[in-house]
């Protein structure tokens, strides 16, 4: 059963809804690459992100079920690398929103759970959107079960995003401009010392 579940940044002034939420229409996956470590302390937030191996649980999911009502102004989107997603968050209070592509077009949206007031796979978590299919860039060595759901987890983001696209057509909501498709805030990127620095940090 898809559920609507309540979004907000910590302080309330990002808010918004993420509609249709279930185990069907998500990929529910961990991450423990450093990038994602880095954003966490980038942001002064690794307690409220990661665990205590290091890593990120995340929702993939259509962007265009993911609302915001108000509180566009603080939006800011930060590059960690020079190839890596935009990741999305609120500036008055650094909670995580989402990973998107560089540009809009493609329907990808990866969701960290503290917007929705909960952390990693808690209970609550699990009923929204299913459990965990796979790990992401899994540090080695990765065993061969392992491999086989990460490829399973991957080739079945892409037949979504397949259907997304062809579906409902270019994908802008809630990041993008619906003309351009480039990003309604221009992205922060980092410097080479500023990355470095924060890579001390990954585990």
């Not at 999911?61 to 590059?79: K, Q, S, T, W």
């Not at 968050?89 to 809009?104: E, Q, V």
């Not at 965990?132 to 399973?152: N, Q, Y």
Request: aromatic share 8%; net charge positive; proline share 7%.
């Amino acid at each position: 059963m898809a559920t609507d579940a309540p979004m907000s940044c910590t302080c309330g002034k990002v808010t918004g809804m993420i509609r249709g939420l279930s185990p069907a229409s998500t990929n529910h996956v961990r991450c423990p690459c450093d990038a994602c470590q880095a954003y966490a302390h980038y942001l002064g937030r690794a307690d409220d992100m990661l665990d205590e191996g290091g890593y990120s649980n995340i929702f993939q999911m259509n962007p265009r079920d993911f609302e915001i009502y108000g509180g566009h102004e603080h939006l800011a989107g930060v590059c960690i690398t020079n190839t890596g997603p935009v990741r999305w968050y609120a500036d008055c209070c650094k909670t995580p929103l989402g990973n998107s592509f560089a540009r809009g077009g493609m329907p990808f949206l990866g969701v960290l759970p503290i917007c929705t007031g909960l952390k990693g796979t808690s209970s609550a978590v699990v009923d929204m959107v299913g459990p965990v299919r796979a790990v992401g860039f899994e540090k080695p060595p990765i065993p061969l079960g392992s491999r086989l759901r990460t490829m399973g987890m991957i080739m079945r983001l892409f037949t979504k995003m397949a259907i997304w696209r062809m579906r409902y057509g270019k994908s802008w909501k809630p990041f993008f401009d619906e003309r351009t498709l480039r990003p309604i805030k221009k992205p922060i990127k980092l410097t080479d010392a500023e990355r470095a620095a924060l890579y001390e940090k990954v585990v």
